[in-house]
Each structure stands twice: as structure tokens, then as C-alpha cells.
């Protein structure tokens, strides 16, 4: 199994999920949840997933969409008046979910990440980058507050607070955006790569942009402040089952388990590629459609330290990976590893 391969070399711990239909094939966990190799990791310790949070935040809004009650192609203004600031007034809600608003980077206080009438405050008086639609630049952390609040002001709930009622809730999942206290017992914390400390620094591998974006550090994503806020960009807390069962939905037409969360249609417009192109934060092509990032026929995306969700809607298969232990973006193949162990273990599903 890749998980035991992984863990064999080196990595502290991790659990990997691969469903179809919406029923697990796959559930497997193991190694450790602290750096001195003593507490083992259980079938319920959960991990911050930093970005693939993002999917979560994502599937949230296609709800809203699908209802009716938000239109993508809507200014985000309509929603959030004070938001048209600054130029900002031809920003669609789309741009929002496809990293093209121009609005990148966070450039305020840690601490104000965790303060959300003063990061989306911040965030609707700022200027864009450039003229929104017209490129795409990764909004690591931008991108949950700016989703976030227009959600907020439809709903009049908190990100977290939408998707544990309408998502997590009814399908049973282990997955939280704003981590209770009473759940800080089943936390891995993250480690930091080989050779480094929690003074690791978030950050693309290689760009040829300027950034001076507030540095988010590995001790930030570690602390208590963090686990309560609501960055819906970058604060989740699940393991590789919670994952692969949300985003379920999404490899099956918009149901599981016989929760019918989208309709087929609002399941098909997440696809839609949004914009193609140099990413000008990541320095690396991409594709987006609506929050999903597009890979050819599977979409998804990873987080900071490895983890990760892949959907195959072909396949009706979602494959996650979740992990406490970081390596060097550019040494980390991990995922894929995984990716392509699931598709081996599909062929040996067909021809049993």
C-alpha cells in the first residue's frame, strides 16, 4: 500500500480514503501524530488540510448557486456592497472561485486572520492587482474571506457554520471549518520538513513576482487561534475519510449516500473552466473552473504539506490523502503516489 511505503520513509503519519459510488474501497490510516514517534495515529485523529479546504469552501457556494440564491455571474458588490471599493466593482463572483479577482495576497496582521469583520474589511478596501478576470494569480489565503462573505451575507451564517449544517451534517462527515475546542484532542499537528522548524514559511517554490504578502509560518497554522478561526481558504480539520466523503458529492452527481446536495447541472457548471494560464503567484499553468482546480478529466486540488483530493467524475471515485508530516513543495510527489495507486486498485475492482 502507498500509505505504508510513505510512513516506511520517513513521513510521521497520515490516512488515505478512496471511495466509489460514494462508499469507501479504501480507509486506511497510520504512523504517528507527534514528531517523537509515540502517540500513534487512530482511526479518528484529524489533521489541518490547509488548502484542500478550499473544495470545501467551493462546494458551499455551488449549493448557494444551485439554489438560486447566488448567481456567479453577479457582481460580488451585489452581495457585498462594500466591496465595489477601490475598482472593485466589476469583480464577479466567479473571478472569486477562480483566483482572478486580483486580490492574492493577505497583507495584514496574522493576527487579523483570525478577526472576520477585520480581514474582510481589509479585503474589500483594497485595490486589485490587476484588472479582475483578465489573469489568474493562486489567493492562498484571500480566496475563503472573499467567497466567505458573500456566503455570509446570503445566508447570515459563517462559512463553518454552512457547511456543518448543510454539508458535513447531513452526510455524516468528520470535517470542521473552525475546530471546537472538544476536537483538539484528535489533532496531529503538522511538522515541519526534514531540517526545518515551525518557522517554515507558506509559500510558492518558484516566481518570478515580487511578493510582500504577510509570511504565514508553520507555528501560525499550529496554534489554538488558528484552529478556531474561520479561514476557509486554509483552516479545515478532517482526515482522508471526512475528505473523500464531502467530495463525494461531486464525483457522483451531486448526491450520496442518498443526500442530494446539487442538482447533476450544479454539479457540471463546478467544471467549467474559468481561466487558463500562467499562474502569476504559483509561476506554473493552471486551470480553474469553479473552485476546482481542472487536471485533464479530474479536478481538485492540494494543500500546504501534501495532503490532497482528487475527483473523478467518470469513475464516480474521489481519492484523498491527509497528512501531518510537510516536505519540500518540489521533493513532494506524494499525492500522485497515491492518485495513481487508487487507479491501480480500480483496474483490480473491474476485473474482479
Known sequence: MALAALLDGGDAGGSVAVFVDGEPV??????????????????????????????????????????????VDAPVARYWPEFAAAGKDSVLVRHLLAHTAGLPDWHGPVAELYDWPAATARLAAQAP?????????????????????VLRRITGQTPGEFFA????????????????AEHDHR??????PPSQDEDYIAGAADTSVPNTA?????????SVAWRRAQI??????????????VQSVMACGGAVRGVRLLSRAGRDRAWEEQFSGEDRVLGMPVSWGLGYGRFGTTYGWGGWGGSLVMIDPEARMTVAYVTNQMREPADDTRGVEIVMSAYDGLKGLAGA
Not at 137 to 147: A, E
Request: contains cysteine; hydrophobic residues 45%; glycine residues 12%.
Open 214 to 222: 504577510t509570511a504565514i509560518r508553520l507555528r501560525d497554522g499550529n
Open 187 to 192: 489533532v496531529a499537528r503538522t511538522l515541519p
Open 129 to 149: 492587482q490587476w484588472e479582475p478576470g483578465t489573469a489568474v494569480g493562486y489567493h492562498s489565503l484571500t480566496q475563503g474571506f472573499l467567497v466567505g462573505e
Open 165 to 180: 449544517a448543510e454539508i458535513a451534517g447531513p452526510l455524516g462527515a468528520d470535517f470542521r471549518m473552525g475546530l471546537p
Open 26 to 71: 479504501v480507509d486506511v490510516w497510520g504512523g504517528f501524530v507527534d514528531a517523537a514517534r509515540t502517540v500513534p495515529w487512530q482511526r479518528d485523529t484529524i489533521v489541518n488540510v490547509y488548502s484542500v479546504t478550499k473544495t470545501m469552501t467551493a462546494l458551499c457556494a455551488l449549493v448557494l448557486a444551485d439554489r438560486g440564491e447566488l448567481d
Open 232 to 245: 476557509p481558504a486554509a483552516s479545515g480539520f478532517g482526515n482522508a475519510r471526512s475528505v473523500a466523503l
